[in-house]
C-alpha cells in the first residue's frame, strides 16, 4: 500500500495512524530550495519540512528494543534545474 502524505498541515494529526515500524518511507524536497540562490527564509522552510517529516517518522516507528526507526529515503526532486556538481554536493 501507498500512502501520499502530501504535507499539508490540517492532516498532521493523523499521520500517526499511519506510520509503522514496518515501512519504508520517502522523504521527497525540492533541491531548488536549498540551492545557494534560495533566500534564507526559504532554505530554513526546507530544513524544517526535512526535519518534520524525519522527526515524525522515528518518533512514530522506533523499535523499543532496538531504538530503530522505520527505513527512510529523502528524495530530491527537479535535479534538472540544480546543474552545476557542486550544488548537488552541497545539497548532500
Known sequence: TIWDFGGQEVFYTLHHLFLSE??????????????HTATDAVVERCLEFLRFWLDSILVHT??????????????GTHKDVVHRRQDHENIS
Open 62 to 75: 522506533k523499535n523499543a528494543s532496538s531504538g530503530r526507526g522505520a527505513k527512510t529515503l529523502l528524495v
Open 22 to 35: 514496518f515501512g519504508v518511507y520517502l522523504v521527497c524536497f525540492n533541491m531548488e530550495w536549498l540551492l
